[in-house]
């Protein structure tokens, strides 16, 4: 009996969460730069911001290839988030969401970023918070 009352509550519960959602990250820095080179790990070729309410078109757009950015984050629907894709040889082999009150890198317009070159100056915003 107990395992009738358990097998609905376990499906309730997956069916709320956010499996194969893009995980959330917060980057530590020290300094007046960032640079996602030494950040994000492994071998990669660049990373591509994409700016809140961006859509699967606008990711093909950016990155050159098809890849459902609606499916994996909540960027179509949030502001308070950018979508990071990290791409090598035409493929994602990363993705995550920096919330914006950790830094603010929707200040920029959705773009692209060779590894070399991905670095940022951050800026204190006006509401204390730091943007890029």
Not at 14 to 31: H, M, Q, Y
Not at 36 to 43: A, K, Q
């Amino acid at each position: 009996m107990k395992f009738y009352v358990f097998l609905p509550l376990l499906f309730l519960s997956l069916s709320c969460s956010e499996i194969g959602k893009a995980p959330k990250r917060v980057f530590t820095f020290s300094g007046s730069t960032i640079d996602l080179s030494t950040e994000i790990e492994g071998d990669w070729d660049k990373v591509c911001l994409l700016t809140p309410y961006s859509s699967n078109q606008e990711a093909e757009r950016l990155i050159g290839f098809e890849f459902d950015i609606e499916s994996k984050s909540n960027i179509y629907e949030l502001d308070s988030i950018t979508l990071f894709l990290v791409v090598k040889r035409q493929q994602v082999i990363d993705y995550f969401e920096v919330p914006r009150n950790s830094i603010d890198f929707s200040a920029r317009e959705a773009d692209c970023y060779p590894r070399e070159k991905a670095w940022f100056k951050i800026v204190t915003g006006s509401a204390g918070g730091y943007k890029i």
